[in-house]
């Protein structure tokens, strides 16, 4: 790995001196390094696509220093040819090329490896480069503590019990007839394999290896009244690298490279919210369920869109053994999607979210920890202990972090001794969340202390005050009063595809 600039983005082009000339637009390759504008300024980017589109020959360029998130195309008159570039080194091409050559052959289901994990690690201290306030695990942990150091004294309870874990599953609620779904089943079945490998094996939605991947395809997709900017490559029709911009319908999630079909689609279309049970709604939001294995082209589509706001996930094809909880706005139009979490219908490590996203236009208000909440008043029903799948992406981690310390804050400073005795265990009950993120969360605020040979958890005042400002700022959350849900239970075929 290349060193890292101050950001902790890597610089461009750290694998060695590299031969230096002019170019031009038709001799300009893969792996060239020159000065691109970005945001009017001139900057050294590397070159890792080249295309042709309607609108002439695009370059898609990584910049020094930069969180991926912020590639993108540009068109040759970003490029300052009058400055040299700087020749990718033959050997490396070789390499590249022999590379290049094993993935366009190979196709197979990639798993989170070990090097997404380091990433997410690097990219943790990225998002500074992104104008927004971003606070890792140390730095907020800092900020609660530094100013008053010791301050601790204003609650002090005791740790040490085993926790109370409840029953779990309960009945599912059929909206499929068992005779209609086996012949539905019947007719599927046959063509099940056919189709998934079709659908891993075909140019277009090719589940992508890394080199391929590391290039965002799609540069803008209208979808309702919003235009969305991705961030990361989805595996949509390779043809749809070409358009400037892409349709998706916001309410069926199908997706269109021209104006003119997506406009004779939304004609036709008559959905007008996701396609579930309706299992929560308040005056500002409603939760709808979803079952990956009865909506499947629905749950696709929507792999499909978060993808593109997802750098470490991998699931778009094999939804079957997920159930989706999406999350949505009401107005005369329908229900407009917000954003969503997957959960595993049967998850051998206790996971309650697989993967979660707020779509861009509505992030940062309030509404992923409506989704986290969410999450963990469903595993209070089942009566289970639950934890977001890992990986964490860099805003994961954020806004799980700042959910499990406020929710563990909230619950400490509400605590009556007389009740019941406070310990890790019982905290992690009460809010459904395992007790090795309860400590995590207790151990990062440094609310854990060792004390004549016993175990306190000690609430700094200036944890207190911060709280109660940013309560005094929090809107909405969800009243668990209002969800309307009974634990689903799975047989094993409604779970896979047997794959
Ligand atoms: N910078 C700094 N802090 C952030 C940021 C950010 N960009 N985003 C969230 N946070 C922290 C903040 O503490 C924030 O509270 P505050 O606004 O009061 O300071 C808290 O998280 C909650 O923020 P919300 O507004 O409730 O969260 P949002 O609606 O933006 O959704 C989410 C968060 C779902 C992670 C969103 O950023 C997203 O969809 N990102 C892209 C997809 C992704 O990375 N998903 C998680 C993958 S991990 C997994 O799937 C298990
Ligand atoms: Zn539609």
């Known amino acids: 790995m290349g060193p890292s600039g101050a950001n902790g983005e890597a610089e461009v082009g750290s694998d060695g001196p590299r031969q230096k000339g002019k170019a031009t637009p038709d001799t ?4 060239c390094i020159a000065q691109v504008t970005k945001d009017g300024q001139p ?20 910049f020094d220093n930069f969180n991926k998130r912020l590639d993108e195309w540009v068109p040759v008159t970003r ?25 366009a052959t190979v196709s197979k289901k990639s798993q989170p490896s070990k090097k997404t994990q380091k990433k997410v690690g690097k990219r943790e201290q990225s998002v500074v480069s992104e104008g927004q306030t971003p606070h890792p695990w140390t730095d907020f942990v800092d900020s609660q503590n530094k100013a008053d150091g010791e301050d601790k004294a204003n609650a002090s309870l005791e740790v040490g019990a085993t926790p109370n874990v409840g029953p779990d599953e309960m009945e599912i609620d059929e909206d499929e007839t068992p005779a209609s779904a086996a012949k539905k089943e019947h007719a599927q079945s046959f063509s099940r394999e056919q189709e998934i490998e079709k659908l891993r094996t075909s140019g277009s939605m090719t589940q992508n290896p890394a080199e391929i991947s590391r290039i965002r395809n799609i540069s803008k997709v ?6 969305l900017f991705p961030w990361y490559f989805s595996p949509y029709p390779e043809i749809f690298g070409q358009e400037d911009s892409i349709f998706i319908c916001e309410f069926c999630l199908s997706y269109y490279g021209d104006l003119k079909s997506f406009t004779r689609h939304r004609m036709k279309c008559t959905l007008q919210h996701p396609p579930g049970n309706e299992i929560y709604r308040d005056d500002f939001v409603s939760f709808y369920e979803i079952d990956g294995r009865r909506q499947r082209t629905w749950c696709r589509n929507l792999c499909l869109l978060s993808k593109m706001f997802l750098d470490h996930k991998t699931l778009y094809y094999d939804v079957d053994p997920f159930m989706f909880y999406v999350m949505t706005t009401r107005d005369d139009r329908g229900s407009h999607l917000i954003g969503y979490f997957s959960k595993e ?3 051998a490590d206790a996971y309650n979210v697989a993967c979660i996203l707020t779509l ?7 509404y992923g920890r409506l989704l986290i909440q969410f999450s963990y008043e469903l595993s209070k029903i089942e009566g289970k202990l639950g934890s977001p799948e890992k990986p964490l992406s860099d805003l994961g981690l954020l806004s799980y972090r700042q959910y499990w310390s406020e929710n563990i804050l909230d619950l400490l400073l509400g605590w009556s001794e007389t009740q019941e005795k406070c310990t890790i265990e019982t905290i992690a009950t009460r809010l459904a969340m395992t007790t ?19 175990h306190k958890i000690v609430i700094p005042e200036k944890l207190v005050q911060q709280r109660e400002k940013s309560k005094a700022k929090q809107k909405r959350v969800i009243d668990s009063e209002r969800i309307q849900w009974k634990p689903p239970v799975f047989t094993a075929a409604s779970r896979t595809w047997g794959w």
């Open 79 to 103: 490029i300052d040819f009058d400055q040299d570039v700087e020749w990718p080194s033959p050997e490396k091409d070789k390499q590249k090329e022999a590379k290049n050559k094993k993935t």
């Open 28 to 31: 300009l390759k893969v792996g």
């Open 345 to 347: 219908k049967e998850s």
């Open 436 to 454: 090795q993120d309860v400590e995590h969360t207790l151990q990062a605020l440094k609310m854990q202390v060792y004390h004549k040979g016993e």
């Open 360 to 366: 861009p236009q509505y992030q940062r208000k309030g």
């Open 222 to 227: 209208e979808f309702g009244r919003y235009v």
């Open 43 to 62: 900057r050294r980017a590397e070159i890792l696509s080249i295309k042709e589109t309607k609108s002439g020959r695009q370059f898609y360029c990584n």
